[in-house]
């Protein structure tokens, strides 16, 4: 589907006035480059997205959108799913930057290698790092996947880089915020010298059992 390219000038006087009025509101864009993810967090809400879930604009609309929306914000966060899964990372990231004139945020579970955000840190602000646990059962119970070496090592190169990052952790009462948990989230922020922000504390309803 390519509903912004093959009619944008109709496309952007409708969303024009209302995107300008909420963008007084809020002046950090969110683009979603996948809605597809490596993980399968048991309180993500998924959208009803698979991982064939095949994205609805192409990089044309990306590049459309960007320039439309120059300066309207003052900032543009990349998200996904999982951004690094997406092929046109970097060419949708180039196309804000350049539009907007402003870096961008990256939100990551860091599963897979980041050399290409280290490789095109002039396009950004600070990486976010999801890691809700450093323990490897509760990674596994709250994302449904192993916890990687990889995630470990992606925070190692990301301080060594010129990008700042931080780690996000999600907080899931009952699964990861016992003592033992939160001492260990900050002792690896402590021992990393990698900031660490805990957010959102959720009630476990979906793991009562488990
Ligand atoms: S890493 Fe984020 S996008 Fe992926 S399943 Fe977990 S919450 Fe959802």
């Given at each position: 589907m390519n509903f912004l390219a093959s009619n944008p000038s109709s496309y952007y006087s409708q969303i024009s006035k209302p995107l300008l009025t909420r963008s007084l509101l809020c002046k950090v864009l969110r683009i979603i480059v996948t809605p597809n993810c490596n993980n399968k967090c048991f309180y993500c809400h998924n959208e009803g997205m698979t991982q064939e879930t095949q994205s609805l604009l192409n990089l044309r609309d990306y590049h459309f959108l960007a320039h439309s929306l120059t300066g309207f914000f003052d900032g543009v966060a990349i998200a996904g799913g999982e951004p690094l899964l997406s092929n046109d990372l970097i060419s949708v990231s180039k196309s804000f930057f350049d539009a907007l004139g402003c870096k961008l945020y990256l939100t990551t579970n860091a599963r897979l290698p980041l050399d290409i955000i280290v490789r095109n840190?002039?396009?950004?602000q600070r990486v976010h790092i999801t890691l809700n646990s450093v323990y490897a059962s509760t990674y596994s119970l709250i994302t449904g996947k192993c916890l990687k070496d990889q995630i470990f090592t992606n925070v190692d190169i990301l301080v060594r880089s010129a990008i700042p990052c931080m780690v996000n952790t999600v907080l899931i009462n009952g699964i990861n915020t016992t003592e033992n948990e939160i001492k260990a989230m900050m002792d690896f922020s402590k021992r990393t010298k990698v900031p660490l922000e805990f957010l959102h504390l959720q009630q476990c309803e979906s793991l009562k059992g488990i």
């Amino acid at each position: 589907m390519n509903f912004l390219a093959s009619n944008p000038s109709s496309y952007y006087s409708q969303i024009s006035k209302p995107l300008l009025t909420r963008s007084l509101l809020c002046k950090v864009l969110r683009i979603i480059v996948t809605p597809n993810c490596n993980n399968k967090c048991f309180y993500c809400h998924n959208e009803g997205m698979t991982q064939e879930t095949q994205s609805l604009l192409n990089l044309r609309d990306y590049h459309f959108l960007a320039h439309s929306l120059t300066g309207f914000f003052d900032g543009v966060a990349i998200a996904g799913g999982e951004p690094l899964l997406s092929n046109d990372l970097i060419s949708v990231s180039k196309s804000f930057f350049d539009a907007l004139g402003c870096k961008l945020y990256l939100t990551t579970n860091a599963r897979l290698p980041l050399d290409i955000i280290v490789r095109n840190a002039e396009l950004f602000q600070r990486v976010h790092i999801t890691l809700n646990s450093v323990y490897a059962s509760t990674y596994s119970l709250i994302t449904g996947k192993c916890l990687k070496d990889q995630i470990f090592t992606n925070v190692d190169i990301l301080v060594r880089s010129a990008i700042p990052c931080m780690v996000n952790t999600v907080l899931i009462n009952g699964i990861n915020t016992t003592e033992n948990e939160i001492k260990a989230m900050m002792d690896f922020s402590k021992r990393t010298k990698v900031p660490l922000e805990f957010l959102h504390l959720q009630q476990c309803e979906s793991l009562k059992g488990i």
